[in-house]
């Protein structure tokens, strides 16, 4: 066979495209080297405006901020601790006198408003005197400090340290400069997804495509996102995302292509045609998974919980970019390499066994016992998924940093010179008269949880503030039920006595109120994203019982992810070893991970189903449909998932609790849905349904237009051998 790109396409739009990607090839080529690299330079000259936002319009704490903001910007600002430790006493004269100098140093640098000496500050220093602090006020908020910024007071600050005197500096802005430091995660994840690849392909020319593809995609989705974040709001832990789900979905969309491709070259067809078979079968399943992944990005709109909004945007649009590099990329870099990669393929498959025998066999042994593996199957994964029932949402803070970090070591020090809540006071901002702000510290003081209430602080006409240190530190669950206390049971009572309006806000209240959101917004979520995915399901294989199976499924492996996810972060399992200490999970970590893994798992199911379905179609056969998708596809999805577990899993380097979260999670629900869910219930599942799987009642059918996924005009031919 000879590579003749002369052949006039087939009818089918994706027949088309690809036919087109393969004959223009270096056109195909050139656009997306052009689009990468523009993006890019427009990207790195622009820079970027990443920031958190996880304000919540209407919640007390914002209200609290919003009013700081505008009757006492200076009080709205963020702040910086700089921790100052001293066995012999931060009194001594030489210590006093560096402290002061070094002090006068931050006092002058870019974004400081204010420092504090904590010498003429009244309780300041710890009852010991060895342990104390100043607080350096910025004219900004930490999510608007510059980087930059943030490390030359940190530099400034510690080069006092030493000689008997420890310098260590705590807040929201310098934690965000540590988070973001960064890891080996991302070649780490490329290097053994490249391993895994050359193992099942046996051609690092072949292994190299899937790669090529998802850089590309991953590159130029990158680009358009830092441009987008001089718009819009966009989270600082966007990149990593994108770079993480960028990676996985690339390299497993390029699989299931290239995949089809080569059982089209063993069939007999030349590679013209291969191609266009490839992504006239293929490609549309690419498609629709592609889409599924996007809505249920999409689905976090809903929630309207700031920042988010913009990374399931950035995110969705990776996946879109992947998509697109997939089926028009590929066919492009198969009319420049087909030569040398045919070759490989043809050469492997004389020394190779025939594939899907292994699968076929395998199957056949589920459909002789379909109860067995799916009540034995489904039991496992409602075990992996109670700890779920017990997860607590929240922020973590300096304190489950590593030891080495300074903001750590700053909240060590706090916590023994003045106790673990002074980590996490809580601000109430009293609108009212000097009465009612004391008759507010009173009320307070008694309550249980509370360890000290300094008097008032005046903030501006009509306007004071009240610093409450609770008992316990920040991320505690009581410290969150100290919050609910003040505003249900305390501060009532005080507002209808004095007419005062008390708002509780502070950094430790607006975690309390965005993970109660979250917990509040997400059922409404789930509903949108499942319900948005199984139409999709119906209408692509006109059944009523698969999109209903897929829902059930695909929650159950969301599940046992988000479940073990709870074991080893909220638990501490395997802590020491991950380098984690025990805590909150992220409030946010929960739906982005429901949303990608939700998706993902829709990505298998579709592959599987798809084969399935087109055998179907062809011989009315279910319990051979059954065997069929699994022996075509079987190996493809394992050998997928195999690379996602690792690309994901090797987010685990990051120095990040967070990306550390997303990574577990991701890698445990594909590893779940790869191995339990399409290997065990999966096959068990539909042979128990039987042709009732693909029943779809008369009007309903005669309703729902045709949306045709896997397309084959003639019989796919079985392949002759492959890579074991």
Known sequence: ??????????????????????????????????????????????????????????????????????????????????????????????????????????????????????????????????????????????????????????????????????????????????????????????????????????????????????????????????????????????????????????????????????????????????????????????????????????????????????????????????????????????????????????????????????????????????????????????????????????????????????????YDLLADGFGPGFNGPLILVIEGDRTAAEATRRAVTGTEGVAEVPPPVPAGDGLSLLIVAPETKPQDARTQELVDRLRTDVLPPVERDTGADILVGGPTAATVDFATAVADRLPLFVLVVVGLSALLLLLVFRSLLIPVKAAVLNLLSVGASLGVVTLVFQHGWLGGILGVQPGPIEAFVPIMIFAIAFGLSMDYEVFLLARMHEHWERHRDAPAAIREGMATTGRIVTAAAAIMVVVFGSFLLDPGRMLKQFGLGLAVAVLVDALIIRCLILPAVMHLFGTRAWWLPAPLARLLPRVALEKASEPVPAPVGGPR
């Not at 700081?68 to 030489?94: F, H, K, M, W, Y």
């Not at 051609?203 to 001089?230: D, E, N």
Request: aromatic content about 6%.
């Open 1 to 410: 066979m000879h590579d003749n790109p002369r052949t006039p396409p087939a009818g089918s739009r994706f027949a088309r495209l690809a036919g087109w990607s393969y004959r223009h090839r270096w056109l195909a080529l050139l656009v997306w080297v052009v689009a990468v690299v523009g993006v890019s330079a427009a990207a790195q000259a622009a820079g970027s405006a990443y920031r958190n936002d996880f304000s919540l319009p209407g919640t007390e704490s914002q209200r609290a901020l919003d009013t700081l903001r505008a009757e006492a910007p200076a009080a709205a600002g963020s702040t910086v601790q700089i921790v100052l430790a001293a066995e012999d006493g931060l009194r001594t004269p030489a210590v006093q006198q560096r402290v002061t100098a070094m002090l006068a140093e931050v006092q002058d640098l870019r974004h400081v408003a204010a420092v504090d000496d904590p010498y003429r500050n009244p309780g300041a220093l710890s009852a010991d005197g060895t342990i104390g602090y100043a607080t350096v006020t910025l004219d900004v908020q930490a999510t608007e400090m510059p980087a930059e910024d943030t490390r030359t007071l940190v530099d400034t600050a510690q080069r006092a340290d030493g000689d008997g005197l420890r310098v260590e500096l705590g807040g929201e802005t310098v934690q965000g400069v540590e988070e973001a430091g960064g890891g080996p995660a991302e070649g780490i994840g490329m290097l053994a997804a490249l391993v895994i690849l050359v193992f099942l392909f046996g051609s690092v020319l072949a292994a190299s495509l899937p790669l090529v593809i998802a850089i590309f995609a991953v590159g130029t989705a990158i680009g358009l996102a830092m441009l987008a974040s001089h718009v819009a709001t966009v989270a600082e832990f966007t990149t990593p995302l994108m770079i993480l789900v960028g990676l996985g979905v690339g390299i497993d969309y390029a699989l299931l292509l290239f995949s089809r491709f080569r059982t089209e070259i063993l069939a007999g067809f030349d590679r013209p045609e291969a191609t266009r078979r490839a992504v006239d079968t293929a490609g549309r399943t690419v498609l629709f998974a592609g889409l599924t992944v996007i809505v249920a990005l999409l689905g976090l709109v809903v929630l309207g919980l700031g920042s988010l909004q913009g990374v399931a945007v950035a995110v969705g649009l990776t996946v879109l970019a992947t998509m697109l590099a997939a089926l028009t990329l590929l066919p492009a870099l198969l009319g420049l390499l087909g030569g040398r990669i045919e070759r490989s393929i043809r050469k492997r498959a004389v020394k190779a066994r025939p594939d899907g025998h292994g699968w076929a066999r395998w199957t056949a042994g589920i459909q002789r016992h379909p109860w067995a593996a799916t009540l034995v199957a489904t039991v496992a994964l409602l075990a992996l998924s109670a700890p779920l029932l017990g997860m607590r949402l929240g922020i973590a803070d300096a304190g489950n940093n590593t030891e080495a970090r300074t903001s750590r070591q700053a």
